[in-house]
């Protein structure tokens, strides 16, 4: 085991060398004010280091920027160049990047822009397109930490492995097939099982818009550096809520989606091979129409032939056009859409801006002429139950050598135990069943709301919320149960931005018996939070990513439209 000073050396080289990938013209010239000077260093902050031509194509969504890179009307390079410089000036504000690549980005740009300049066509749908991921992805001469110093300089903290700087996960091969651009890598908490995003190397990622606030976790590098619009589209991974807390966190779309649909093979990973509950990746984005441009992507590579655990099964247009007609039908003022609301789950109770942001949401739909009933399923207890027998069953081995490796302590975010006990053989199996008929109950429960609609059939999706607070003040994150059970029951989720907490309205009441309203916890701190993002989570039944990304595009929309009215 190395000792306390050699790791600490090695973490400071390691963020000092992503501080030097920064361009000398990039690096900003004073010191960051301090959170309490300035909390919020999104919009006009960011924008006062950049061009006005910088800010047109970083705050244009990655369905507009595709229409004008695979068409010749922005070049590759411009677009690439604005991106890397608005990631760079991110990381010096928050802290949310791991590896820097942008002079490799700008050389794949002008490949990208010949081949346009030869041929009179892009490569693929995401010609020119940048694209930041989660540092879990391999990419040839990119480190991949994960957050462990151990792992610097390494293949997954093997040092003579012979893949270390020659393997690329099957996502970015097919990214690169598809034309996009890769130019950093972002940050997570070490182990990535934690709702905070916060490690040895780079130390601890703010949320932009509150940096008193996390960015989530354990994708939250890509949740912050969005919210900063360093990146107009990326991928994270999630096994508890990882996609969906920093999506939440920094007022983003993010998809988590049945396992099985995109590509995991050669990424890296905890606890690699556990399969109870699996891990999933799913993109992240400003805006819904992004998610889906970035997955029907993927899905065009045919995954199913590179990565053995993938379906196979293609973007299906059938769900999308019979999806629609029902959109129309409501726009149309005849609505048979259904949606459940489940304000609580039974176990934690949520903060004043999330109840409210959840009946923003619930008010919305009415309005919008759509059907709303209130959701009672099955015992979120054992979901919870369930969750954590799965991060705890190798008794916390995997993590104990990986820190091991450069002895560095855990930070006491990390959900899991290094001392734990694992579980036998027989133990796993009955931990499996009990999943299998938890999710025959919730399926059982799902099916029953048939009764309930007056449509005709089962709600088309429930909305809850992604944790019990907005955007947590460090070392506080509650729980992840509101997101978990969807991992247990291998459902899509897609987070959806709604409003933001607000110290003047979010208060406690002064009818006493609101107050004692028994979801909603009074204790917080509405002065800290004031202006956290406020997000809810739509969640869709098993495999129903295409039915479940059109309603968000059609429904986030309304959302967003019908909250701003107020």
Same mark, same amino acid.
């Given at each position: 085991?190395?000792?306390?000073?050699?790791?600490?050396?090695?973490?400071?080289?390691?963020?000092?060398?992503?501080? @030097?990938?920064?361009?000398?013209?990039?690096?900003?010239?004073?010191?960051?004010?301090?959170?309490?000077?300035?909390?919020?260093?999104?919009?006009?902050?960011?924008?006062?280091?950049?061009?006005?031509?910088?800010?047109?194509?970083?705050?244009?969504?990655?369905?507009?920027?595709?229409?004008? +890179?695979?068409?010749?009307?922005?070049?590759?390079?411009?677009?690439?160049?604005?991106?890397?410089?608005?990631?760079?000036?991110?990381?010096?504000?928050?802290?949310?990047?791991?590896?820097?690549?942008?002079?490799?980005?700008?050389?794949?740009?002008?490949?990208? %822009?010949?081949?346009?300049?030869?041929?009179?066509?892009?490569?693929?749908?995401?010609?020119?397109? $940048?694209?930041?991921?989660?540092?879990?992805?391999?990419?040839?001469?990119?480190?991949?930490?994960?957050?462990?110093?151990?792992?610097?300089?390494?293949?997954?903290?093997?040092?003579?492995?012979?893949?270390?700087?020659?393997?690329?996960?099957?996502?970015?091969?097919?990214?690169? #097939?598809?034309?996009?651009?890769?130019?950093?890598? +972002?940050?997570?908490?070490?182990?990535?099982?934690?709702?905070?995003?916060?490690? /040895?190397?780079?130390?601890?990622?703010?949320?932009?818009?509150?940096?008193?606030?996390?960015?989530?976790?354990?994708?939250?590098?890509?949740?912050?550096?969005?919210?900063?619009?360093?990146?107009?589209?990326?991928?994270?991974?999630?096994?508890?809520?990882?996609?969906?807390?920093?999506? =939440?966190? /920094?007022?983003?779309?993010?998809?988590?989606?049945?396992?099985?649909?995109? $590509?995991?093979?050669?990424?890296? /990973?905890?606890?690699?091979?556990?399969?109870?509950?699996?891990?999933?990746?799913?993109?992240?984005?400003?805006?819904?129409?992004?998610?889906?441009?970035?997955?029907?992507?993927?899905?065009?590579?045919?995954?199913?032939?590179?990565?053995?655990?993938?379906?196979? &099964?293609?973007?299906?247009?059938?769900?999308?056009?019979?999806?629609?007609?029902?959109?129309?039908?409501?726009?149309?003022? #005849?609505? +048979?859409?259904?949606?459940?609301?489940?304000?609580?789950? =039974?176990? @934690?109770?949520?903060?004043?801006?999330?109840?409210?942001?959840?009946? *923003?949401?619930?008010?919305?739909?009415?309005?919008?002429?759509?059907?709303?009933?209130?959701?009672?399923?099955?015992?979120?207890?054992?979901? %919870?139950?369930?969750?954590?027998?799965?991060?705890?069953? %190798?008794?916390?081995?995997?993590?104990?050598?990986?820190?091991?490796?450069?002895?560095?302590?855990?930070?006491?975010?990390?959900?899991?135990?290094?001392?734990?006990?694992? &579980?036998?053989?027989?133990?796993?199996?009955?931990?499996?069943?009990?999943?299998?008929?938890?999710?025959?109950?919730?399926? @059982?429960?799902?099916?029953?709301?048939?009764?309930?609609?007056? +449509?005709?059939?089962?709600?088309?999706?429930?909305?809850?919320?992604?944790? $019990?607070?907005?955007?947590?003040?460090?070392?506080?994150?509650?729980?992840?149960?509101?997101?978990?059970?969807?991992?247990?029951?291998?459902? $899509?989720?897609?987070?959806?931005?709604? !409003?933001?907490?607000?110290? !003047?309205?979010?208060?406690?009441?002064? /009818?006493?018996?609101?107050?004692?309203?028994?979801?909603?916890?009074?204790?917080?701190?509405?002065?800290?939070?004031? =202006?956290?993002?406020?997000?809810?989570?739509?969640?869709?039944?098993?495999?129903?990513?295409?039915?479940?990304?059109? *309603?968000?595009?059609?429904?986030?929309?309304?959302?967003?439209?019908?909250? =701003?009215?107020?």
């Amino acid at each position: 085991m190395a000792s306390n000073s050699t790791w600490r050396a090695q973490a400071e080289a390691k963020r000092q060398s992503i501080l @030097d990938a920064i361009p000398e013209k990039w690096r900003l010239a004073t010191p960051v004010p301090s959170a309490t000077e300035v909390r919020d260093v999104t919009g006009s902050y960011i924008q006062q280091f950049l061009s006005k031509r910088e800010i047109e194509i970083t705050e244009s969504d990655a369905v507009d920027i595709a229409a004008q +890179t695979t068409t010749g009307r922005w070049s590759a390079v411009e677009v690439t160049e604005a991106f890397c410089h608005r990631a760079a000036l991110a990381h010096q504000l928050v802290s949310c990047l791991h590896e820097v690549f942008f002079d490799a980005a700008i050389e794949d740009a002008k490949k990208l %822009d010949a081949y346009f300049a030869e041929h009179k066509k892009a490569v693929g749908p995401l010609h020119g397109l $940048p694209v930041s991921l989660k540092d879990q992805f391999h990419i040839k001469g990119i480190d991949t930490t994960m957050g462990y110093v151990g792992w610097i300089g390494t293949f997954q903290g093997e040092k003579e492995d012979p893949r270390f700087g020659t393997k690329e996960s099957e996502l970015v091969r097919e990214l690169r #097939n598809l034309g996009a651009v890769l130019y950093c890598k +972002t940050s997570v908490p070490t182990t990535l099982m934690a709702g905070e995003t916060v490690n /040895n190397i780079i130390g601890y990622t703010w949320n932009p818009k509150n940096r008193l606030l996390s960015s989530g976790g354990s994708s939250g590098g890509e949740g912050a550096l969005m919210a900063l619009r360093g990146s107009p589209a990326g991928f994270g991974t999630d096994i508890g809520g990882s996609i969906r807390i920093p999506a =939440g966190f /920094n007022h983003l779309y993010g998809l988590r989606p049945s396992s099985g649909r995109m $590509p995991y093979e050669g990424a890296a /990973n905890s606890m690699d091979g556990q399969s109870t509950v699996l891990s999933v990746i799913g993109p992240l984005a400003p805006t819904a129409r992004s998610l889906t441009l970035l997955f029907k992507a993927v899905l065009s590579q045919q995954p199913w032939y590179h990565d053995p655990l993938v379906l196979e &099964l293609p973007w299906r247009d059938a769900i999308v056009e019979e999806t629609r007609s029902l959109i129309e039908q409501a726009k149309a003022g #005849n609505s +048979t859409l259904a949606f459940a609301i489940m304000h609580w789950n =039974g176990v @934690d109770r949520v903060h004043p801006p999330i109840a409210r942001g959840l009946k *923003l949401v619930e008010q919305a739909l009415q309005k919008m002429g759509h059907r709303v009933i209130p959701w009672n399923p099955p015992s979120h207890t054992t979901a %919870d139950q369930l969750l954590f027998k799965t991060f705890f069953m %190798d008794g916390g081995v995997d993590i104990k050598h990986h820190f091991g490796l450069s002895g560095e302590p855990k930070a006491s975010q990390v959900l899991i135990v290094e001392d734990g006990i694992e &579980l036998s053989v027989s133990q796993l199996a009955e931990l499996n069943v009990a999943k299998r008929e938890y999710q025959k109950q919730y399926l @059982d429960y799902w099916n029953s709301t048939a009764e309930l609609t007056g +449509t005709g059939r089962p709600v088309d999706g429930i909305f809850c919320p992604i944790a $019990p607070h907005a955007a947590i003040i460090p070392n506080q994150f509650g729980a992840v149960g509101y997101t978990g059970f969807v991992n247990v029951l291998d459902y $899509p989720s897609v987070s959806i931005p709604v !409003t933001f907490a607000d110290k !003047t309205i979010d208060v406690r009441p002064t /009818n006493p018996s609101a107050a004692l309203e028994e979801h909603i916890e009074w204790n917080y701190d509405a002065d800290t939070y004031d =202006g956290a993002p406020v997000g809810v989570q739509f969640v869709g039944r098993r495999l129903q990513e295409e039915k479940i990304l059109t *309603l968000t595009e059609y429904l986030g929309e309304e959302i967003s439209r019908a909250v =701003g009215a107020k």
